[in-house]
């Protein structure tokens, strides 16, 4: 079956810092990336719509220069929280999109900024 | 911008009930999938629905899709505490891949 990690699990960052998440297809290759935000008690999100080899698309309401987004292969996608702020905190999740597999979502990745 | 909204938002129930749940939109959509997500993980795909009055049973659970193809609901019998999480609905729209969440049922069953 598809299998998606994500990594961290979980991140506790400075105010002004950034940090990096990453989404990998472990056994597939996923030709779109999908970036979630949870809030708590709440449900999905979706950011922004990832595309191997090409920019992102972006939500209304959210900022591209905040929250930056690169699918660098098939395999692999990242999320760049930018000079993260505490109202960033969030459940940050991926999920991947294959053709035979359809859609697997990675365990997900707490962000707390401090 | 399509919206979906689930009801109930919160559902507590004795071990052995029967139960639905229900997602509703104003758009139509060419495909619907059904989610149960757990505390601090990311959700699991329960099943996809295409066809405008299609109903699809997962041991327990039975899903159904409005001839519209604007609702769904999920139906569980005789539920047990392991069926407890968020339950979440999505849709995409004609030509895309990209779904929308429902707003979510959390669902308790206890023992």
């Known amino acids: 079956g598809a299998v998606v990690s994500q990594h961290p699990s979980r991140v506790i960052c400075k105010s002004g810092t950034s940090v990096k998440i990453e989404c990998r297809s472990l056994?597939?290759?996923?030709?779109?990336m999908f970036w979630y935000r949870q809030f708590p008690k709440k449900s999905l999100m979706l950011m922004a719509t990832?595309?191997?080899?090409?920019?992102?698309?972006?939500e209304q309401g959210v900022e591209k220069d905040k929250f930056l987004i690169n699918h660098a292969s098939l395999t692999l996608s990242t999320l760049t929280v930018t000079s993260a702020h505490p109202e960033d905190s969030s459940f940050y999740i991926c999920?991947?999109?294959?053709?035979?597999?359809?859609?697997?979502f990675g365990s997900g990745t707490r962000l707390t900024v401090v | 911008t399509q919206l979906l909204e689930q009801s109930p938002q919160f559902l507590s129930i004795q071990e052995g009930e029967n139960l639905t749940v229900y997602c509703n939109s104003s758009?139509?959509?060419?495909?619907l999938q059904w989610y149960r997500q757990e505390p601090g993980e990311g959700p699991v795909l329960l099943v996809t629905?295409?066809?405008?009055?299609e109903v699809k049973k997962l041991k327990r659970l039975t899903f159904q899709f409005g001839d519209a193809r604007k609702d769904s609901s999920l139906h569980i019998t005789a539920a047990q505490p392991g069926d407890t999480g968020l339950y979440l609905c999505?849709?995409?729209?004609?030509?895309?891949?990209?779904?929308?969440f429902g707003t979510g049922t959390r669902l308790k069953v206890l023992a």
């Open positions: 999920s991947a999109r294959s053709g035979d597999y359809g859609y697997t």
């Open positions: 629905v295409v066809t405008g009055g």
């Open positions: 056994d597939f290759q996923a030709t779109t």
């Open positions: 999505a849709g995409a729209g004609s030509g895309t891949y990209k779904y929308i």
């Open positions: 758009s139509v959509f060419s495909s």
């Open positions: 990832s595309n191997e080899g090409s920019k992102a698309t972006y």
